[in-house]
Nanobody, 116 residues
Framework: QVQFVESGGGLVQPGGSLRLTCAAS????????MGWYRQAPGNQRELVASFTTAGSKNYADSVKGRFTISRDNAKNTVYLQMNSLKSEDTAVYYCNYAVRAGIRNWGRGTQVTVSS
């Protein structure tokens, strides 16, 4: 039903910043909260940032203090501000519902490459 289109990725040096954008084809408000995932080559997708059903935010330990998830419900858009980037942040980043039962499909994602 809802399609997600990610953008904002690119090539940055370690310590740099990027802001990712997730544009949804419909309302992002639902029974399922939104989140950001990433997948490096050979690895499974991992949830790195998400809202909770209570409206707070969760972050994986690997990105805590460096990444910030936010949203604009009026624009049906979710953002991921990524600061102090490290080489290990290199991955394809996807947005989707943060609850497995809500996931129906995946977008193409946006590539983030952190390298000097």
């Amino acid at each position: 039903q809802v399609q997600f289109v990610e953008s904002g990725g690119g090539l940055v040096q370690p310590g740099g910043s990027l802001r990712l954008t997730c544009a949804a084809s419909g309302s992002i408000s639902s029974i399922y909260p939104m989140g950001w995932y990433r997948q490096a080559p050979g690895n499974q997708r991992e949830l790195v940032a998400s809202f909770t059903t209570a409206g707070s935010k969760n972050y994986a330990d690997s990105v805590k203090g460096r990444f910030t998830i936010s949203r604009d419900n009026a624009k049906n858009t979710v953002y991921l501000q990524m600061n102090s980037l490290k080489s290990e942040d290199t991955a394809v980043y996807y947005c989707n519902y943060a609850v497995r039962a809500g996931i129906r499909n995946w977008g193409r994602g946006t590539q983030v490459t952190v390298s000097s």
